[in-house]
Structure formats: structure tokens, C-alpha cells
């Protein structure tokens, strides 16, 4: 258990509404990831963090905004969502910095109608 | 950026046979290369990883090759059982976003 919850863990919500995510670590670890999985996609960096208020883009971040205010929390904002961003997003957590181990989270199921 | 490729995309094998899994990265920069097996409705667990400066690492049924010229990776189980159903990615660090890229991912069904 490397101390990742995510919340909510399902959600259903109808296009053009906002939606948060949260992931919350209790290992102080700097670097945080979100991902999303789409079948045969595989898992997509949507966008990361390496500290309180420095984040970056990943591949897949049009439509998605992140904050960090603090270490333990990364949250994820659909500012209005569309179907297109139905899927499976993980939050991950880097273990050492020295390698590039990342723990996932058990994932959070979002359908946009 | 990097891109992973994964192969196949799902394979089935009979109970103590042999499984491999394939995987090309584009960065020859990249130094980290773990894989991660996928249970139903679970996250992504680290089964093994092996870096640049290795060219094969064994954990009792599992293993991984690099090979760093072609650029490519591989996941071998030997004595494949029931238990190792389930969904595998392979990844390359991505040095410039400091992130993993992952494959999209096997499915292995392992038939009793």
C-alpha cells in the first residue's frame, strides 16, 4: 500500500458540468502524476507535479487543469467535461527520485453523459 | 517525447506454458523500463524493472531482457498459472516530462 487515495472512486455527471478528482498521498512524496486509461491506449499522462504549485502538461492535458497547494494533494479539474473524457484516471505517486518507480492508485471511474 | 509500443495485444496460453511480451521504445535517452501487471478494477502494480546498464533481470518466474541497440524490451513468464491472467504494460522513462510512458497494454489469459 503506498498511501494513494482517490475520490470519488465512481462518478457519473452529464457533459458540460465541472468535475474535480482527488488523489491524496501520506508518504510526502514530491512528484505526483495523473493518468487516464482508455482501452488500447494504455495509460496517458495527462499531467504532473514536482512540488507545491509547479506542475506541467503531459500528453493528453487539453481539457484538464491541476492544483497543488499542498504535498499531499493533487487535484484534477474537468472545468466542463465532455464525453470524450469518459475513463479510468489514475493518480500516481514516485517513490525515489533516484529511479523511476511510480505507484499507482486504485483508480477512479468517470462517466460523462 | 517518448513512445512505447506493445505487442501483442492479448494472448492466451495454456496453464505452464510460456508467455512473452514485447515492447520498442523510441528515446534512446530513456534508462528505466518497468512493467506492471493489471488485475480487474484494480491500479497498476510494479512486477519488475530493469535500467540501461542491465541486460537481463530474473524474479523467480518472471524475467526482462533490454536490448539497448534495437531499442527494444521484453516480459517472459515461464510456468505460466491461472493467477497470472490479467493485464501487463511495459514503460520507458521519459527523461524530458519525467514521467513514464507506458505501452498499451497485454491482456493474458492463462487457460487452465
Known amino acids: 500500500d503506498a498511501g494513494i487515495t482517490q475520490s470519488p472512486r465512481h462518478k457519473v455527471t452529464e457533459t458540460g458540468t465541472p468535475v474535480t478528482l482527488r488523489c491524496h498521498q501520506t508518504?510526502?512524496?514530491?512528484?505526483m502524476y495523473w493518468y487516464r486509461q482508455d482501452p488500447g491506449h494504455g495509460l496517458r499522462l495527462i499531467h504532473y507535479?514536482?512540488?507545491?504549485?509547479?506542475?506541467d502538461k503531459g500528453e493528453v492535458s487539453d481539457g484538464y487543469s491541476v492544483s497543488r497547494s499542498k504535498t499531499e494533494d493533487f487535484l484534477l479539474t474537468l472545468e466542463s467535461a465532455t464525453s470524450s473524457q469518459t475513463s479510468v484516471y489514475f493518480c500516481?505517486?514516485?517513490?525515489?527520485?533516484?529511479?523511476?518507480?511510480?505507484?499507482f492508485g486504485e483508480g477512479s471511474r468517470l462517466t460523462v453523459l | 517525447g517518448e513512445n512505447v509500443e506493445q505487442h501483442p495485444s492479448t494472448l492466451s496460453v495454456q496453464e505452464g506454458d510460456s508467455a512473452v511480451i514485447k515492447c520498442t521504445y523510441s528515446?534512446?535517452?530513456?534508462?528505466?523500463f518497468p512493467w506492471y501487471k493489471q488485475e480487474l478494477g484494480k491500479g497498476p502494480q510494479l512486477i519488475i524493472d530493469?535500467?540501461?546498464?542491465?541486460g537481463e533481470k530474473k524474479d523467480q518466474r518472471i524475467a526482462v531482457t533490454l536490448n539497448k541497440t534495437a531499442k527494444h524490451f521484453s516480459l517472459h513468464i515461464t510456468e505460466t498459472q491461472p493467477e497470472d491472467s490479467a493485464v501487463y504494460f511495459c514503460?520507458?522513462?521519459?527523461?524530458?516530462?519525467?514521467?513514464?510512458?507506458f505501452g498499451s497494454g497485454t491482456r493474458l489469459q492463462v487457460q487452465p
Open positions: 514503460a520507458a522513462w521519459d527523461t524530458g516530462r519525467r514521467a513514464l510512458t
Open positions: 500516481a505517486i514516485r517513490g525515489q527520485e533516484n529511479t523511476g518507480e511510480l505507484f
Open positions: 507535479s514536482y512540488g507545491v504549485k509547479d506542475t
Open positions: 530493469i535500467r540501461s546498464n542491465v
Open positions: 528515446d534512446s535517452a530513456s534508462n528505466y
Open positions: 508518504e510526502n512524496h514530491r512528484y
